[in-house]
Structure formats: C-alpha cells, structure tokens
C-alpha cells in the first residue's frame, strides 16, 4: 500500500524558514507529479507548488521567490524550501503525487497534512 509521510510541521516566527518534507513509500512502480497544497483555517485548499518527474517547477503567485520545492526520485523524496515566513502562510500543508504503484494502479495519494504556524 503506498503512503505519503510528512514528518511534523512547526512553528516559525515572522521571516523564518522552515523546510518540509514527504517520502512516499510501499510498493512503487513510479512517481510522476508531485506537489504540495495547503489550507488556512475558513479558506480552501491551494495548490501551493507543484514539480514535475522531471524537475520542472510551478508556484503559487502568494510564494513565488519565497518556496523552492525539490524532489530526489532516487528516495521517492519531495521537499519544500520555505523562506521569508509569513503569518498568513500558516495552514495545514499536504503532500500529494501521482504514483503508479507496483500493480500498474495509478492514482493520487494525500499526505495526513501537517500544521506550520507563522506567528511571534
């Protein structure tokens, strides 16, 4: 069964940094786009980064030049740089991909989701 695991979020003052990570793990054939997404408390979620297989990268306009988000395939590992923290970044962050599992079954995975709290 495969699995998208965050370890947990964090709290950061105004202007901190903070980086995230998820490793998916299971019976993996192979990733294709993974992307990180989050909520703030009465809004929807957002898509806040995505990265393709390839490395190929797109950002919300709210992070651009402030969120890099990597990925190493070798580990089935995805990251996100977070920089120059805000308090209306702070939200629930989800890891998500697009996984073709060892069966050749292709869906989306959701990570738990995890809290960042930017505030003084």
């Known amino acids: 069964q495969v699995q998208l695991v965050e370890p947990g979020g964090g709290w950061v003052q105004p202007g901190g940094s903070l980086r995230r990570s998820c490793v998916a793990t299971?019976?993996?054939?192979?990733?294709?786009?993974r992307a990180w997404y989050r909520q703030a408390p009465g809004k929807d979620r957002e898509l806040v980064a995505g990265?393709?297989?390839?490395?190929?990268?797109n950002y919300a306009d709210s992070v651009k030049g402030r969120f890099t988000s990597s990925r190493d395939n070798a580990k089935n590992m995805v990251y996100l740089q977070m920089n120059s923290l805000k308090p209306e970044d702070t939200a629930v962050y989800y890891c998500?991909?697009?996984?073709?599992?060892?069966?050749?079954?292709?869906?989306?995975?959701w990570g738990k989701g995890t809290l960042v709290t930017v505030s003084s």
């Open positions: 998500n991909a697009d996984v073709v599992d060892s069966n050749y079954y292709h869906r989306r995975y």
């Open positions: 299971g019976s993996i054939f192979s990733i294709n786009d």
């Open positions: 990265i393709t297989s390839g490395g190929s990268t």
